[in-house]
């Protein structure tokens, strides 16, 4: 069952994972950021950059755990209701510094990628958009427990995708990519809403009976 959520706006992690300076992916995760605000949900706006941590090294895991950048992250993800990874795609496939970011966190314990929703998009000057890494992503983060969106973004040319200000210079796509992120912010509302109702629905219930909360709210 899934935990209860704190009152108040959806909390939404945005992260881009692509060190780069100019990273076209951290433009990307900027303007998914805005969105989320804009839909009166709480962007918390970072990149992967700002969580260091070595290669990953089960002597080093099995000697001191995880480093601080991985529990930072840990902390990031537990504390938002849903998160957004805005990611390039290099040699087709997942960026071997956010595969390594995963790699740790999932030593954490709880593990914190478990039952959180999350969306994928990604930049790229080529035609394909970075797309093909996302579909590899999808792999280690859904092996984890995390519900995936199934929509996802693929920004293509992005080198020439952006307009002043941050928006995406084609209005259809920014169209696109502005339904997909109310979409998915609909359903982190169902999905951690829906059992916070759910619960009140059984504690209401068990006022008036002696049935223990936790059975009634398993039947
Ligand atoms: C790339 N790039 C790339 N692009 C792509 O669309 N498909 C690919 O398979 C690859 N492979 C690849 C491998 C490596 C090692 C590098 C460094 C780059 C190009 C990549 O999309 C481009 O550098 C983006 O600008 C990276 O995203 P940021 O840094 O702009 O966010």
Same mark, same amino acid.
């Given at each position: 069952?899934?935990t209860?959520?704190?009152?108040?706006?959806?909390?939404?992690?945005?992260?881009? =994972?692509s060190?780069?300076?100019?990273?076209? *992916?951290?433009?990307l =995760?900027?303007? &998914?950021?805005?969105?989320? =605000?804009?839909?009166? =949900?709480?962007?918390?706006?970072?990149?992967?950059?700002?969580?260091?941590?070595?290669?990953?090294?089960?002597? &080093?895991?099995?000697?001191?755990?995880?480093?601080?950048?991985?529990?930072?992250?840990?902390?990031?993800?537990?504390r938002?209701?849903?998160?957004v990874?805005?990611s390039?795609?290099?040699?087709?496939?997942?960026?071997? &510094?956010?595969?390594?970011?995963?790699?740790? &966190?999932?030593?954490?314990?709880?593990?914190p990628?478990?039952?959180? *929703?999350?969306?994928?998009?990604?930049?790229?000057?080529? $035609?394909?958009?970075? *797309?093909?890494?996302?579909?590899a992503?999808?792999?280690?983060?859904?092996?984890?427990?995390?519900?995936?969106?199934?929509?996802?973004?693929? $920004?293509?040319n992005?080198?020439?995708?952006?307009?002043?200000?941050?928006?995406?210079?084609?209005?259809?796509?920014?169209q696109?990519?502005?339904?997909?992120?109310?979409?998915?912010?609909? $359903?982190?509302?169902?999905?951690?809403?829906?059992?916070?109702?759910?619960?009140?629905?059984?504690?209401f219930?068990?006022?008036c009976?002696?049935?223990?909360?936790?059975?009634?709210?398993?039947?």
């Amino acid at each position: 069952m899934p935990t209860d959520t704190a009152p108040g706006p959806l909390r939404v992690l945005v992260f881009g =994972a692509s060190l780069r300076g100019d990273s076209t *992916n951290a433009r990307l =995760a900027a303007l &998914v950021a805005q969105l989320v =605000a804009d839909a009166g =949900a709480t962007a918390d706006l970072t990149s992967l950059g700002d969580f260091e941590m070595p290669l990953y090294n089960g002597d &080093v895991d099995a000697a001191q755990g995880p480093p601080k950048g991985a529990l930072d992250l840990r902390d990031r993800i537990e504390r938002c209701d849903g998160f957004v990874i805005a990611s390039p795609e290099y040699n087709a496939s997942v960026p071997g &510094v956010l595969k390594n970011a995963i790699d740790w &966190v999932s030593r954490v314990q709880p593990q914190p990628l478990k039952d959180k *929703n999350a969306m994928l998009v990604s930049a790229s000057p080529s $035609l394909s958009g970075g *797309n093909r890494g996302l579909w590899a992503l999808r792999v280690p983060l859904e092996h984890l427990g995390t519900r995936v969106y199934p929509d996802m973004f693929s $920004l293509a040319n992005a080198y020439q995708g952006f307009a002043d200000g941050g928006r995406l210079a084609d209005p259809r796509l920014q169209q696109r990519l502005s339904d997909t992120v109310g979409s998915f912010l609909s $359903l982190v509302e169902s999905s951690v809403r829906y059992a916070s109702l759910q619960r009140r629905w059984y504690e209401f219930l068990a006022d008036c009976t002696d049935a223990p909360i936790t059975q009634r709210a398993q039947d």
